[in-house]
């Protein structure tokens, strides 16, 4: 048997049967042609869709690289790195998506450590008590901390971007800045600051470079140092004011030494006078040292960060009482009545003998400034206000002026520097006194005052914690 060659099926259909069914036959070769059509049509669709689709896909990915590189808001750079790094594709475009998603998330990590590490350098920047100045070469603000803005006077929103001279107008510092942005390299210099005469810092300038060692703006560092020139002026003033009252009873001691040894057997009524005043002269001095002594230590105490003062509950009235007892003899050598009134029995958390030592002082005074037979009052008496316990000393003597009272409690200040003093006088007082009496106020966390009324005579109120009330000095 003769095998029969295939035929495909479309012309197998077209030439089968007979003659007479050729309209049928002819009708589904046209439907057969149509249906071919739809599918060739179908099959240009989804080719243009998927063309479409990778066009976008790719467009998309055009766009996250481009994005990439963008800056931004914080906020807004994550939200878009994110958005990069969960990016979907097709299979054909899956290796690039895969990439960019990778560097994405990497430049998410990148960016959180660099945010991290710049809100730590910020807050570094900001807690420090050294002042900071970046500037560029236009003399544009880059950044200021907080302790740069206080010490510059600087108020108000964030200045950066603006010229120094708009935001601080001080001559010293904006010639400081001109010659180091000129010099190129590191200066240093103390500026005294326009805003106030008093205030002073040290300005240490450093070239700002780029990663090519280009130099962009400076670095100024201010570092506030008014305290320690207060201090140097403080001691200088000190130690003129020793040398001064040390010289006093000094020269008069070695004065009155060399006429004994001269006269001492040509007269030897005159010896016992010239001891006396000899003898004066030593006392003066030793008050003056032991003086010193005190002051030097009660500063010390207030610089301790642990100050070893011993704080017990003392009856307020048991201070008043023995502080009477110990200057009635020389309130009697001039006449002078010491009087007592005590509001209430009050309990004060004190150093017993500190406290002792400061009234003892504000007493004398009273006793060697007032008239003779006048009143000396020493009062106690309770101030529900500030839960603190006052102790007032109120004479009648001469008074204060009113420009002195602010600098009474300074080391070595007089009222009267025309007041004469008889040569060794002990009981002209040392000039330390009234700033024992401060620093022992201030040893507890009180304070003292003074009210004066020249011809009528001064009250001072020396204010201590009462005992419940009390805490330890800082």
Do not use: W
């Not at 994550?78 to 560097?103: D, F, Q, V, W, Y």
């Not at 950066?160 to 010293?172: C, K, Q, V």
């Not at 958390?349 to 400034?369: F, H, P, S, T, W």
């Amino acid at each position: 048997m003769t095998p029969t060659a295939a035929v495909p099926f479309p012309l197998a259909l077209a030439t089968t049967g007979p003659s007479a069914d050729g309209a049928l036959t002819s009708g589904h070769g046209l439907t057969f042609l149509a249906g071919l059509a739809a599918g060739a049509l179908v099959v240009a669709a989804v080719a243009f869709l998927r063309r479409r689709a990778r066009r976008r896909e790719a467009a998309s990915l055009a766009r996250a690289i481009d994005a990439l590189g963008r800056r931004g808001s914080d906020d807004a750079r994550n939200a878009e790195l994110t958005a990069i790094a969960a990016i979907e594709t097709g299979a054909g475009l899956e290796p690039i998506a895969a990439s960019i998603r990778r560097t994405a998330r990497s430049l998410l990590e990148q960016e959180s450590t660099l945010a991290t590490r710049l809100r730590e350098l910020e807050a570094v920047l900001h807690s420090t008590t050294n002042g900071f100045l970046a500037l560029d070469q236009q003399h544009r603000v880059l950044d200021l901390n907080k302790a740069g803005a206080a010490m510059l006077g600087v108020r108000g929103a964030d200045v950066r971007g603006r010229l120094l001279p708009e935001i601080a107008r001080h001559p010293a510092l904006l010639r400081f800045v001109d010659e180091a942005l000129e010099r190129g390299n590191a200066c240093e210099e103390t500026l005294t600051l326009s805003h106030d005469d008093s205030a002073h810092v040290h300005a240490t300038a450093e070239p700002l470079r780029d990663s090519n060692g280009r130099a962009v703006g400076l670095l100024v560092s201010l570092h506030d140092v008014t305290r320690l020139k207060r201090l140097e002026s403080l001691r200088s003033d000190f130690v003129a004011n020793v040398s001064h009252e040390l010289r006093t009873p000094i020269t008069a001691i070695k004065g009155y030494v060399e006429t004994l040894l001269q006269v001492a057997e040509e007269d030897p009524s005159r010896v016992r006078r010239f001891l006396e005043i000899v003898q004066r002269n030593t006392s003066r001095l030793s008050h003056l040292v032991e003086d010193l002594l005190s002051l030097a230590s009660l500063e010390q105490l207030e610089q301790d960060v642990r100050p070893s003062v011993s704080l017990v509950d003392v009856p307020g009235a048991s201070i008043v009482q023995d502080v009477i007892e110990q200057l009635s003899p020389q309130a009697e050598a001039r006449g002078i009545a010491l009087e007592a009134r005590i509001a209430a029995p009050l309990s004060l958390r004190a150093d017993k003998v500190l406290v002792e030592q400061a009234l003892a002082n504000l007493v004398a005074n009273a006793i060697r400034y007032g008239p003779e037979r006048a009143t000396v009052t020493i009062g106690l008496a309770p101030d529900p206000s500030a839960r603190m316990a006052v102790i007032s000393v109120r004479d009648q003597g001469p008074g204060i002026p009113p420009v002195h009272l602010e600098r009474i409690f300074e080391r070595f200040y007089r009222v009267d520097r025309a007041r004469t003093r008889r040569a060794g006088d002990a009981s002209s007082g040392t000039g330390l006194g009234l700033a024992i009496v401060k620093h022992i106020a201030q040893l507890h966390g009180g304070r003292v005052e003074v009210d004066s009324e020249v011809g009528v005579g001064s009250e001072f109120r020396l204010r201590l914690p009462l005992a419940e009330a009390a805490s330890h000095p800082q």
